[in-house]
């Protein structure tokens, strides 16, 4: 099995070549700060049977653009990621809000443009979240032998919850996860206040939807927060992290994947 | 009004600063969202329901003008008469003409957004015509001299204590010493003061949430029964509406009704819901002796046919502002205009301008919240983006910003050069980081760094490790 960056499932080659083929969409923020979770991701979709490749002309899904109305760079940055992405059976993310981009938002881009829109809506049909991909495309119900000894609340990130319905798959999962103990957060369906550049461009907003936020988390009592994108996580880690909270914060694909020996989200690394 | 919308951050500065308001807000949650959510649950066709709504309102803007003539005939038929009014100017000429031809002294007013729009109180008072208004919340933001702060619920910026100081300054014919301290002595209190005001009222004024078109009804919806004394009581009856109030038919406004006071308050119905035609039929016992609508544009009619059109199906419910966290963190007032939360950030820029409103659609996470609650289906994100797209188009956005994001466009359309980029500024704050795990501080990151934590990259990207794994190199 996977044990982190450098080594790979061996599938038997019958199997390899039934799994179907995925092009793993990293996500700029999983590429820079996080790469356990794109480890974590592959991991996952391995279990699941599939076979995972990574293109290297990826970069980010373009939301930056998009969200600030440059509609031409946008176009051709999703031009590219099309491209990229062309051939694989599935494209799967792990974040709703990049999976949401190529799955929703794309295909809009392209309206005025038939071939590209043609390519756009193939991408999006191919395109998932990863734990919605898990479940709901590959029918697993229960994690392969991941444990986690905690207590665990979690956060909806608004792409998934809104754009992609993720809500019930991850609890599904982390339900079977030995040791694991969930209570639900109150608000979890708010926003963080994160929402890309809006935290820089309006960072006191920002900042107080993150502290309630972070109030509504500590108030649970669980000692471990996941969610399933990193830029809500990086938003809300950073909060906590700033009030000295104990919350230990992770991509709930570490835990799924049974990959939470590295530090967590901001926490300082063991000596 | 005069907008202070391009002071959006500065507003939202003092807003987040207000202790009192901070407490105010809290309420929203117990006394909008969650009845909201629990009538829902017992209307299983609410989606349909939904869906009817918004095809209604699609249809009525699709053939708006043949529907506004046919309400002009039907009011003028019915006896009343109808002003067309492209501008607030034209609107409010058009109510103060009516007030100085009737000789009135007062007029009481029941609640309309539109009359705030058109700042008609100022223009009546500058005219010797004293404007009153008989909503519980609109009557204590007169009081105060304040503005509303959220479309249904317009002094939902203030505590109760805030009310009573403002009821013991103004109020100095009674006792001084009497006990305000809750909201039923505050409501019996406002509902005693109102009640001389509304007999001696001369003209009474309302809004309308429809205006409808095979019977030339105009139609409120209220709680507090104001409305209908405002409109019975005086000789003459005004109502002030915009062009999108207009519905086909009777019907129609049936089964919007159903979905208005649900989205709003969470109740199946408003208390009192209030169908008005025409003045007082030789025979009839009560209704005025004359019966105006004033019918607004005000740029309404421009945004027809481009993205924005969406907005225009609005029906005030207030409901994606009842869910919004960045209006929940602000308030009303930060918006700097009449119209707030995300229905304000989708139509205000229409209605004053980008170069005013501009940052209105801007401060939005795009968390989705508001349009999965809008019961007409408005996809408010989706306009606001609309918006943030003219302006980058017209060059309203900030230089630097512009400057930053293309800079980052260009390399992320270079998979080569942004690989050799993030390596290196991964390593870097990687190795800043390394010994906490988080970066305190960071030079050109304050708007990240001022407020929370930045987690530390774990050093190498994921790319390069991938990259390190195919060419069988490991770790
Ligand atoms: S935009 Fe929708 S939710 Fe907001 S006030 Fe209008 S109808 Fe209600």
């Known amino acids: 099995m996977v044990s982190g960056p450098g080594s790979m499932s061996g599938t038997s080659s019958s199997e390899a070549r039934d799994a179907p083929r995925i092009g793993l969409f990293v996500t700029c923020l999983v590429d820079f700060f996080r790469p356990s979770v794109g480890f974590a991701a592959v991991r996952l979709l391995e279990q699941a049977g599939c076979a995972v490749e990574v293109p290297a002309a990826q970069t980010c899904c373009g939301q930056p653009a998009y969200n600030s109305g440059d509609r031409a760079d946008s176009k051709a940055i999703a031009r590219d990621v099309i491209a990229a992405f062309e051939g694989f059976d599935y494209v799967v993310a792990p974040s709703g809000s990049c999976a949401g981009m190529l799955s929703h938002h794309y295909p809009e881009l392209f309206a005025d443009e038939p071939e590209w829109e043609r ?128 919350v230990r914060v992770r991509h709930v694909a570490e835990v799924l994947a049974g990959m939470t020996d590295t530090p967590a989200i901001g926490d300082t690394p063991e000596p | 009004m005069q907008p202070t919308s391009h002071a959006f951050v500065e507003n939202a500065h003092r807003a987040l600063n207000d202790a009192q308001l901070h407490a105010a807000l809290g309420h929203m949650k117990a006394g909008f969202q969650d009845k909201r959510a629990a009538t829902i649950a017992r209307m299983p066709e609410f989606e349909d329901l939904r869906d009817q709504g918004r095809a209604i309102k699609n249809h009525t803007l699709a053939h708006l003008d043949a529907y506004l003539e046919r309400f002009e005939a039907k009011v003028t038929e019915t006896g009343g008469r109808v002003h067309w009014a492209p501008t607030p100017a034209e609107a ?27 700042a008609l109180n100022e223009h009546l008072a500058a005219n010797g015509i004293e404007p009153i208004e008989t909503d519980l919340g609109e009557y204590i933001i007169q009081l105060r001299g304040e503005l509303p702060s959220h479309i249904i619920a317009p002094a939902i910026h203030l505590v109760k204590e805030q009310v009573a100081e403002s009821f013991y300054a103004h109020h100095t014919e009674l006792d001084p010493k009497r006990p305000l301290d809750d909201a039923r002595a505050l409501t019996d209190e406002a509902r005693a003061m109102l009640r001389q005001r509304f007999l001696a009222a001369d003209v009474g004024i309302t809004g309308a949430n ?85 019918i607004l544009d005000n740029g309404r009619s421009a945004l027809l046919g481009t993205p924005a059109q969406e907005t225009l199906r609005c029906i005030r419910c207030g409901a994606c502002m009842n869910h919004c966290p960045i209006y929940a963190s602000v308030g009303g007032h930060a918006y700097g205009w009449v119209i707030p939360g995300p229905i304000g950030a989708a139509i205000n820029p229409g209605l004053i301008g980008l170069e005013e409103a501009g940052h209105l659609p801007n401060a939005s996470t795009f968390c989705g919240r508001c349009e999965s609650v809008c019961p007409m289906r408005i996809p408010l994100p989706s306009i606001m983006r609309h918006w943030r797209e003219r302006q980058h188009e017209r060059k309203l956005s900030p230089g630097t910003v512009r400057a930053g994001l293309g800079l980052w466009a260009w390399a992320a359309r270079r998979p080569r050069l942004y690989r050799f980029g993030t390596r290196l500024a991964a390593a870097l704050l990687g190795r800043l980081g390394r010994r906490r795990g988080r970066l305190k501080r960071l030079p050109l990151a304050g708007g990240w760094t001022d407020w929370r934590d930045l987690p530390a990259p774990e050093g190498r990207t994921f790319q390069q490790h991938w990259a390190a794994r195919r060419s069988g190199a490991g770790r």
């Open chain 1, 119 to 246: 390519r756009a809506r193939d991408l999006a049909r191919r395109s998932f979240e990863l734990v919605a991909f898990l479940v709901d495309v590959r029918g697993m119900q229960a994690v392969a032998d991941a444990a986690y000894a905690g207590r665990v609340t979690y956060h909806d990130g608004c792409s998934g919850l809104r754009e992609l319905k993720v809500k019930r798959q991850p609890r599904a999962l982390l339900s079977s996860v030995a040791g694991l103990e969930l209570t639900e957060l109150p608000g979890a369906e708010v926003c963080c206040g994160f929402g890309g550049t809006f935290c820089v461009k309006y960072p006191e907003i920002s900042n107080r939807m993150v502290e309630e936020k972070a109030a509504d988390i500590v108030g649970t009592g669980a000692d471990t927060l996941l969610a399933g994108d990193l830029g809500c996580l990086l938003n809300m880690a950073g909060k906590l992290k700033r009030q000295g909270a104990p």
């Open chain 2, 92 to 118: 409010r000429d058009a109510i103060l003409k009516i007030c100085q031809a009737a000789g009135a002294r007062t007029v009481t007013k029941g609640k309309s957004m539109i009359a705030e729009e058109i």
């Open chain 2, 210 to 294: 429809f205006l409808i078109a095979e019977t030339g009804s105009t139609v409120i919806v209220t709680n507090e029964g104001n409305g209908d004394l405002t409109q019975n009581l005086p000789r003459i009856h005004i109502v002030i509406a915009s062009i999108e109030k207009v519905v086909p038919t009777l019907e129609d406004s049936a089964t919007i009704l159903r979905l208005l006071a649900r989205s709003a308050t969470g109740q199946e119905y408003s208390a009192y819901t209030t169908f008005s035609t025409g003045p007082k039929r030789p025979g009839d016992l009560d209704g005025p002796d004359e019966f105006h609508v004033v």
